[in-house]
């Protein structure tokens, strides 16, 4: 029996069963896998998210608003609501990545992922020439304004200082706005 090739070849979903299994039955094993996933998850990069979050925003096609939109037995869809449904299917591994760290209680880490969603927002809005952001007129700010909204937690304030310079440095035509929701939630 090949220890590697099974290990190598298994689904994620039978790789997660047998951690699972393991860390079960074993306390000390359970205590080391969980240290080691905090090891893992804690390795977050704000400028990482901010450039993968614009790249998938760049990549999406126009065309696929066009296919999309316009009439359907259900009715009719507004090019915008397609350009809106593409840009929340981008953005949810990112508010995923958010919602989590939220729930894990690591400050540090959910502000970065934050800050990462919202330069890549304000990077796809300001500096993109995709002709995909004809379509997505304002949606950028609106999802910037949800991230900030899912971010904001009271037991986060001891990072609101730091992401009220980020939100001055790195996104001037975005800052009051921001700093608005930001205060209407203290």
């Known amino acids: 029996m090949n220890t590697k090739a099974i290990i190598n070849n298994l689904s994620p979903q039978e790789a997660l069963t047998l951690l699972k299994n393991l860390a079960e039955n074993d306390p000390q094993l359970a205590k080391r896998i969980a240290q080691m996933a905090h090891e893992h998850i804690r390795e977050v990069d704000s400028q990482d998210v901010a450039a993968d979050v614009y790249s998938d925003l760049d990549a999406l096609q126009v065309e696929d608003v066009w296919d999309q939109a316009g009439s359907t037995r259900h009715g009719y869809v507004e090019t ?68 900030l909204q899912l971010w904001y937690s009271k037991e986060f304030a001891t990072e609101l200082v730091a992401l009220q310079s980020f939100i001055d440095t790195n996104l001037p035509r975005w800052r009051r706005n921001l700093k608005s929701i930001l205060a209407s939630k203290k």
């Open 80 to 147: 915008q609501e397609v350009a809106d449904e593409m840009i929340h299917n981008v953005l949810a591994p990112y508010t995923g990545d958010l919602e989590r760290y939220k729930m894990l209680n690591m400050p540090q880490e959910a502000l970065a992922v934050c800050m990462g969603i919202l330069e890549g927002l304000y990077l796809f809005e300001t500096e993109s020439t995709n002709e995909f952001k004809d379509w997505a007129v304002d949606i950028p700010q609106s999802y910037a304004d949800t991230t």
